[in-house]
């Protein structure tokens, strides 16, 4: 099997802080992946990491293979030449991915440097790419400004952006945070209809379950710079082993039934990463925590799917 | 918890805190201690002048610095050293006093144009852009050919020519803040009038004033030296540092010490200002402030 | 039914909010030609004592603009807003402070920066008396309430994390045992694992001391779980009102229906295959004729399209606007 995607044994760390503690992942073409946590886990970092854009000061080791390529030991430029022909982003505020003084028009093309098409044959592809990413009066929308377009209007945009380069990768950082929920709602159909004709791999960095359940085929979940589980997005959802993840499920409001209006919660914090704990990082918050949870804690393996990093669970 | 002998000082910014934040930067440190060693000079001057600074001795006129005067002497023969330690206390009197002043009216009257109803705002916005479209030099001759010239006149002067500028300063923050959530939360809690302007806006917007007087001390010297110079500002012979520049400049040739002289001074304050100036904009922002430990 | 011994805590009638366009610079001149926005009309809701009303709406439906209105801080046009049976005017306003409190959505931006947080939560006794003899131990009390150190008490605003600041602008708003709390999106910007231990808080709070809250969100999920009742908004209109449990089990509305049919579910076996809702919101600068709602409704008819529906109601304490639901 193929895979498109390999992270392995990802560590990143800004000074003193560990923000990323051995990080490992997978994504083949067709799929959609998703990875989530709370603030804090690290899930943004790997984001900007898979894109070749570490924040400045950043300390990385292990390895990236993009279609088989290493990214973290290679040069500036080629990774940059990777960014701009295999892997694409979407933000989570379009608003500040686009030039606010250059129409969407002229963005969208000069997006598409690397190609040899004339400017015209450039336009004509801008705006087939906006309206198939359902973009209403795509001409028009072609001469505006991006504070004349609407939230939902430039998260459209912005994925018609990530989409004309044809990328291998395409990775989104929380993509439905800043709308509203029917907005929200068409983002998800959108991304839907696109990995149908989409070849590569999506990567959906979020931290709303909901988001996941509705586009994931498979979960990385994320906790404290570490990928405390990982399998299909069913397993994560109905079949949860980690306590992490099934804490994080329980307190997900949206498929509780209404009791006495009191919702479950995690107690507890996320240790200091400057000074990461030995053994596993849940286990202070965790209700099934033991002695041996001091441990590092082994990796798992709970199905040809499934995994988790947990000292207390039956394999 | 009796760890915390009293978790709630009264003040809203302890000033020991910013005293000390401020004392840790090394340019703020040096602009406190030389405007500090300035001030002490103005208010200790008639007890360290060597000699009398009014005394006129032609016999010893435009002496080069010696033993027995430091900075020699001017054409009359008076002491340089004297006259720039009186004129310190006049250079610092009549800035410290002139931006003060403005600095309080324009804050006030910045204030009301920027939380008042609209028709003040308007009101006042047309009477500060028309004070200050007049041409400086011509509205300072215009006043001291009606006034006559003197410290007074001179301080009227500057008064009027700064308060726009710190009106406008202070109007344009209370604008950006007034519609704040947390002034809107002061709002819902009942706070009243003069409670949200002098403890909650005041406070937001006074730090960027402070540092713009701080750093506006310094022109005022340099304007009061101008006019001076002029013959416009301090009545001779009272000593000031513009009108010993002048009476430096007339007698350049025969004796270049007394223009150097009385140069120092003024540029020693203009760098202490500034440096003050610079240092209290970060000792004054909490936001800038290291997490309590 | 029998009629309540007192009347209900909040009451909004017939309520009218209009902004005037800010014009040119010459705006003052031309009076008679401002452009006037309507952004909330035909607004009627009552709070009861210690219930938990729910407002939803999406961005631009006016439910910050109409909380806003109903403390005061916004000049309302026309209508009527009553508290304890009393109506409210500017001259009593004074007396609506002391008994209600506001939660705002960035509780960060909504202390002010330069005071300490011991300072904060003890501000409303020195706003409205009596001041306490020991101001330090009221606010080490009060930040207790709502779970926080005493330390907190020498932090800053900007030192707090958000979950921090949240129970700090809770302390602040239970200073003065207020009788009604209006809570603006009380979890936004916070994680699952958070949000929960702030709107139990609010629970426990409402539970103990019997507070009235009315709740602001778009969030589906925290409003099916904090509230006793629900209104929504469209475009400045209550397009639909009722106990949350029914308003969920079955709404009346379309737009409710499409609401809460976009609510993206965690559970994979639940996909939601057909989209529910398209289009977006319009800007209120073209508000649609008719129902506001009809450009996107799935179920419009020409009626629709021509005559504006009222609200009505189509079961004891149910109200829909729409003319083919019920």
Redesign the interface.
Known sequence: MTELLEVTDLRLSYGKLHALRGANLQARAGEVIGIVG??GCGKSTLASALIGLPAEGAALSGSIKIAGQEMVAASAASRRALRGDRVAMIFQDPMTAFNPVLTLGDQLIDFQHRSHLSRKEKRAKARDMLASVGLPDPDLALKRYMHEL????RQRASIAAALLVSPDLLIADEP?TAL???????I??LFRQLRAHHHGAIVIVT????????L?DRVYVMYAGEVVEEGT??EI??SPRHPYTA???A??????E?T???????PGRLPDLTNPPRGCAFASRCVKAAAICAEPPPRKRLSPTQAALCHRIAE | MSSAADPLPRKTLPLPASLRRLMADRMGAAGAFIVLFLLAIAIIAPWIAPYDPLKINVKAKLLAPSWEHWAGTDHLGRDTLSRLILGTRNALWIALTATGLAGVIGMILGLIAGYGPRWIDGILVLLLDSLSSLPMIMFALAVITVLGPGTQTLMLVIVLVSIPGYARLIRAQVLTLKNADFIQAERVMGASLPRILLVHLLPNVVGPLVIVLSMDVPVVIMLEAGLSYLNLGVKPPEPSWGNMLYDGYTSLRQQPSLVIAAGIPLILATLGFTFLGEGLRDALDPKLQKRLP | MTAPAKPPLYVVENLRLDMVLPGGPLALLQRSDRRVLNILDDISLQVERGETLGLVGESGSGKTTLARAMLGLLPISSGKLSMNGQELTPGNMAQLRRATAMMFQDPIASLSPRMRVGDLVTEPFIIHGPRPADRAATARALLAQVGLPPEMAQRYPHELSGGQARRVCTARALALEPAFVIADEPTAGLDVSVQGEILNLLADLKEQRGISFLIITHNLAVIRHTSDRIGILYLGRLVESGPTREVFRAPAHPYTASLIASEPDPDPRRRRQELAIKGEIPSLLRRPSGCEFHSRCPIAEVICHQTRPSLRQIAPGRSVRCHLAG
Do not use: W
């Open positions: 709370e603030s609407s939230g939902g209007m439905t509203d929920v029917t907005m929200e709602a068409q998800i159909h931290h709303h379950l909901g988001v996941v359940g509705e994931c997005v069913d959802y109905h804490a994080l499920i307190c997900d409001p949206m498929h509780l209404v006495d209006q009191r919702l479950p919660t995690i």
